[in-house]
């Protein structure tokens, strides 16, 4: 069955970098992209871009731009997330999810279980 | 840049039929996915296409979109569906999130 599995919780400082990792098994991974969604405690939830499998560039919500960086990891069906600059904002859940499509829209059908990055001084 | 606006809450008996609505500039003209988060858990996709099921999701989920509003429906709503729920949809190159609505089950 499909699975997205996350690396484990994150303490950083303000002004670190973080890198979360998500690997995938259960389906071709060529055939989905994988997207990065956020969640601050006790808030909604908060889309910050998608990693392209076939080789293409990632794309990125504007808020994000400059400090997020998705690359293929170390395994071929895994893909990381590296967060820059981190601040007090950025304590949050991160999900990888794999995104289906209809007509261009993506939406998400499997969810990692999350990966908790807490940014404290 | 676009918005989906959902109600904060909504309370339904056990039983009852809960609708969430969820609401965008022009958001019938885009597919509207949603999904339910328990407490502790990731979320989970429980419409898709605006109205259509995932499996392994039950038939009392529904879903509808027209105009500037979508809208789940949860018929026979039982205390297993006590959860947050939250729409999305995709508008210029962007994935959008409603804010969420907290279903209470009383």
């Known amino acids: 069955q499909v699975q997205l599995v996350q690396s484990g919780a994150e303490v950083k400082k303000p002004g670190a970098s973080v890198k979360l990792s998500c690997n995938t098994s259960g389906y071709t991974f060529s055939n989905y992209y994988l997207h990065w969604v956020r969640q601050a405690p006790g808030q909604g939830l908060e889309w910050m871009g998608v990693f392209n499998p076939i080789g293409l560039s990632p794309a990125y919500t504007q808020k994000f731009q400059g400090r997020v960086t998705m690359t293929r990891g170390t395994s071929t069906t895994t893909v990381d997330m590296e967060l820059t600059s981190l601040r007090s904002e950025d304590t949050a859940l991160y999900y990888c999810?794999?995104?289906?499509?209809?007509?261009?829209?993506?939406?998400?059908?499997?969810w990692g279980q999350g990966t908790l990055v807490t940014v404290s001084s | 840049s676009y918005e989906l606006s959902q109600p904060p809450s909504v309370s339904v008996s056990p039983g009852q039929t809960a609708s969430i609505t969820c609401s965008g500039e022009k958001l019938g003209n885009k597919y509207t996915s949603w999904y339910h988060q328990r407490p502790g858990q990731s979320p989970v996709l429980v419409i898709y296409?605006?109205?259509k099921r995932p499996s392994g999701i039950p038939e009392r989920f529904s879903g509808s979109n027209s105009g500037n509003t979508a809208t789940l429906t949860i018929s026979g709503t039982q205390a297993m569906d006590e959860a947050d729920y939250y729409c999305?949809?995709?508008?210029?190159?962007?994935?959008?999130f409603g804010g969420g609505t907290k279903l209470t089950v009383l």
């Open positions: 296409e605006d109205n």
């Open positions: 999305q949809a995709w508008d210029s190159g962007t994935v959008v």
């Open positions: 999810a794999r995104g289906s499509t209809v007509s261009g829209h993506p939406y998400f059908d499997s």
